[in-house]
């Protein structure tokens, strides 16, 4: 199982990278909707993965309260350019 799951976000990052470049490449409107939700939900499936990981290995680290602080301050500053990029895209 653990297998199939790697490859399942494996294949879900290359969605996220491969989606904007075929999109710039395509001279078809009928294609740009189709790669844009696809992009966006390989997004939205992998961005959070690594910080769902990591605070569910926070019962089984030794120093709790430093790598708390740690990926407490990764997922702030991923939350906060993830808020920029969104109000920059929104605001124009």
Do not use: D
């Not at 992998?46 to 301050?73: D, E, S």
């Amino acid at each position: 199982m653990k297998f199939l799951v790697r490859h399942f976000e494996g294949s879900l990052w290359l969605l996220a990278v491969v989606c904007p470049i075929l999109a710039a490449m395509t001279n078809q409107r009928a294609w740009l909707l189709p790669l844009a939700l696809i992009w966006l939900l390989a997004i939205c499936v992998v961005v959070p993965l690594p910080f769902w990981r990591a605070w569910r290995r926070l019962a089984t680290v030794g120093n709790k309260t430093q790598y708390a602080a740690w990926v407490g301050f990764e997922t702030v500053c991923v939350v906060g350019l993830i808020v920029v990029v969104v109000y920059s895209a929104v605001s124009r």
